[in-house]
């Protein structure tokens, strides 16, 4: 199953496509058994409040999406000022009033007359001042309570129960009556190990209460992903190891205690590993005999009928569950920025649809599965009843909340057999599965939204899924380019490598074993064979780069972004190498090597992009009779000096920009990644850019000295120390016979990230872990210091505590590790000093490896944010408290360090994005993601303040920098007159 991974889509689905096609005669019966399910669901759409209350508000409508919002983090605020604020952002820009009245539903439309009566009251001036006023004349915060009141009610939609008991016992009402049920304990993924311990335990007392009644029928579902924090490719012995054993005991309970467990699927990365998870299990003697053993297939996936056949290959009976699937978007999106070959799933819904009726027809026929099939589509369902003839010896299922009306009378009628995947847990922990849940069944190409499209007729709604894919020839959907093409015909994206697969994993550590240099070669000179050019005088360099300077500022733009072009292509031919020297050099992990030489490569092209389009001379507007052109050119030599936590991507970003805009360059890389750098700019001398255009200069700080001190130098790019970039503006102004020469900087920062109360706890510790910790925290972008609302404070530190537990700490050649040593002793030390002279007032700090420059992984609490005063470049991450309320005042104490390069925040409230947009003084400001990882074109990188000068990298405006501007007047009616004004039409006459 493996090739068909990443394969493209029409040769996936050029086999799928026969298999799903319909027999002669076949479609009529489908489509009159269809028909009924239509009436079916309709009139249960019409039937109850909770039913027309969805209807009403859709999710193509921006009242459902409020709504939605609303219910997602509502129930999680522990504060009252931030709950009337939420309140305020969601309720006060919807139209409510245009539902008024428009139900059926009395329920619907009372609380639609509620829903008018909130925004008024939340709506002055986009603030919740009225509802203030209004909480606070009436004494009681009733506007407040009425909306938990609601959302606890829609939870109530969704959730089967808040605990298994609860669960259980709803299961037995009329409107459940025929039908059984699969509990989920609503376990998301966990982040620390016990968040994932508390799972397993709730996962085990399901089993034995669900155990004591089993002759309901009901079963459990078990997310391997909420069993341990890790469930990773790179800690694939680790994690596969323990979920074997966990789910051994859950399997052998479930077996003891006369029910069925089903394993759930998870993301497309993770299936190899569930697969020998479940493989384990199924061939365990203890469990011989008990056909109770499941697991979920999704057929948005490629792979999903392989896998089929290998469920029915395991040698006893499966329970196989068929799904469309649940991680479709974030598919897509995670495969687009890793920049691989192709998505590991089908673009177009029909697809999917096509890849469904394939696995159900190779199910039906399977020996050793029974059959589950989870859909809400009455076309799906129709056609699995006309294939299936008289059987009954399978079932279907459908989500709690969802799909109401279509297996009803199938059920109680027709004899089938449906099972209900019921969702249990408190409402506050329902957030991420509600909105995934109901985005994925809302979204426009679903059956669920489309049933209430007015507009669709029956034959729109049931059209056959294989027709439409054969229409087309199984090619993928036109709005998703594959991730090479993201940027379109401007450059192709860089291309990345799937560590999720652990074959391609093993091959990249094999690679990465050993340097393609013996270390003793760069000491003390800085070269790496004979890539780099051979120590050179700094008076030297620069005189062979001020002589080449006329040259290559005269070869035309195109030939000089060729060259870029050609550059980028030779650093993915040889990203091995390069990750390699990255690792051993710069100590670098796997994934930041690989992340390292895709941002290089992009620079090249993006550069090469820009240069063409924005290069060319401008004809600009003037009076007839006049000629005005605007040229960019070079300037002359430009000194690019580089840093050590991006040997490569800034150290060819900052000189290639330089170098497209025709000035030559001299390039230090820091003392520390002299290798790197030489074989970077070796390969840019086989791309064919002169080797006196581009020569190397490596050494410390003595060599950025003389470099940047010499006359000759037009211009400088640096990235490193605000420090050093003063001294360098400083020797830049000293000599007044020298010209006034451009300083492009970009610098360190205090960066901060705030956190209100409506933050989802979850993503909020893995975006801190992420921001504060990968790259051992030496990232310019890294988080530097967390403030945390204060009534969210000590839960959020308590799950970040944990989090940072499950860290590896180690080698960053190995894979597993996630912090690896920092750059030298001098770091090191100085670290290590700040850090044990702050052990007071440590929150968590990490066991490190004896051997080796390790720093462990600390939370600092602050007293208050004035207590830090200076950036610490490192695996550091301080933390303090704010008030609600205070926002603004917490944004301008940020702003009072004097920094400005990144800031992030976590809120749901739409509205205090804008804020922090507007007040913060930061280049780069990140909402309700990490702070880490910029990219090249999408999000141009640099601060302010004391954290740079800008343009910013990776940016439209970065290469205008580097350029003269120079414009040309021409008199054109000085020999012979105005031509043009003189031979000019009579128009109109």
Known sequence: MRPLHRAPEPDVLKGLLESARLAPGERNGIMARAGGLLADLRAAQNDGWVNQ?????????????????????FLRVPDPETADALIADKLGDANWRAHAGKSNSKLVNSATWGLVVGRALVSDSGSAGVLKRLISRAGEPFVRQAVGAAMKMMGEIFVMGRNIGEATKRMRKPEHKGFTASFDMLGEAARTFPDAERYFQSYAQAIAEVGESATAGHSISVKLSALHP????????????????????????????????????????????????????AALPALKGWDGFGMAVQ???????????????????????????????????????????????????????????????????????????????????????????????FEFQRLHGMGEGLYERLVREDGYH?????????????????????????????????????????????????????????????????????????RRNSAGIDLQDREILADVVRGVSKPPFVPSEVEGRGASDERVSTALDTNGAIGRAHAAFPAWSATPVEERAACLDRLADLLEDQRAELMAIAVHE?????????????????????YAARAREGLQPIELPGPTGERNVMRMEG?????????????????????????????????????????????????????????????????????????????????????????TARRIARSLLED???????????????????????????????????????????????????????????????MLSGAMEALVVGDPADPRTDVGPVIDETAHARLMTYRESRKAHWIKSLDVPMEGLFVPPTAIRLGDLSELTQEWFGPILHVCTWKAGELEATI??????????????????????????ALARAGNLYVNRSMIGAIVGSQPFGGEGLSGTGPKAGGPHYLYRFCAERVTSTDTTSAGGNATLLSLDDVGI
């Not at 796997?590 to 992009?602: F, I, P, T």
Request: negative net charge.
């Open 299 to 393: 057929a948005y996936s490629k792979r999903a009928r392989p896998v089929i056949g290998w469920a029915n290959e395991l040698g006893r009976i499966m329970n196989v569950r068929l799904v469309k699937g649940a991680y479709w978007d974030s598919e897509i999106k995670r495969t687009q920025e890793q920049g691989l070959s192709d998505y590991p799933l089908f673009t177009r819904k029909a697809a999917t649809d096509v890849s469904y009726l394939a696995c159900a027809k190779d199910m039906l026929a399977a020996p050793n599965i029974f059959p589950a099939f989870a859909s809400h589509n009455a076309l799906t369902v129709a056609t699995i009843l006309e294939w299936a003839g008289p059987r009954r010896d």
């Open 892 to 917: 301008a104490a940020i702003n009072a360090k004097g920094y400005g390069l990144t800031m992030g925040l976590h809120s749901r409230i739409a509205r205090n994005a804008d804020t922090v947009e």
């Open 586 to 606: 710069a100590k670098k992990t796997v994934s930041d090597a690989l992340g390292e030489v895709r941002e290089a490569v992009d620079f090249c092209r993006y």
């Open 53 to 73: 209350f969805l209807q009403e508000y859709r999710l193509n409508s921006s009242e459902g999406v409020a709504l939605l919002s609303l219910a997602e983090a």
């Open 635 to 723: 300037k002359g030599v430009w000194a690019t000096i580089a840093p050590w936590n991006f040997p490569l991507a800034i150290f060819l970003g900052q000189t290639v920009a330089a170098l497209v805009t025709g000035n030559t360059v001299v390039a230090k890389p820091a003392p520390q990644t002299p290798a790197i750098a030489g074989w970077a700019v070796g390969l840019a001398h086989e791309a064919g850019i002169p080797e006196d255009a581009l020569i190397l200069l490596p050494g410390g700080p003595e060599v950025g000295a003389a470099i940047v001190g010499d006359p000759r130098i037009m211009g400088v790019a640096f990235t490193g120390s605000t420090a």
């Open 736 to 798: 007044e016979s020298r010209p006034l020469v451009p300083l492009i900087a970009e610098t360190g920062g205090i960066n901060a990230m705030i956190v209100d109360s409506t933050a989802l706890p979850e993503q909020v510790v893995q975006d801190v872990v992420t921001s504060a910790f990968r790259s051992a925290g030496q990232r310019c972008s890294a988080l530097r210091v967390l403030l945390l609302q204060e009534e969210i404070a000590e839960s959020t530190l308590e």
């Open 418 to 490: 449906c099972r209900i995947y019921a969702p249990v847990g408190g409402h506050r922990d329902l957030l991420a599965y509600l909105v995934r849940r109901l985005l994925e069944n809302g979204a426009n190409s679903s059956f669920v939204h489309q049933l209430a499209d007015e507009h669709l007729s029956d034959e729109d709604l049931l059209a056959d899924p294989v027709e439409k894919i054969a229409k087309v020839g199984g090619t993928r959907h036109p709005s998703i380019p594959l991730p090479i093409d993201l940027f379109g015909p401007e």
């Open 230 to 281: 890790r469930y990773e490719v790179a800690q694939w012995d680790r994690s596969v190891s323990a979920l074997t054993e966990m789910l051994e005991a859950l399997a052998v309970s479930a077996a003891h205690n006369g029910i069925a467990l089903t394993v759930d699927a998870e993301e497309s990365e993770r299936l190899e590993m569930s697969l020998e998870i479940i493989g384990k299990i």
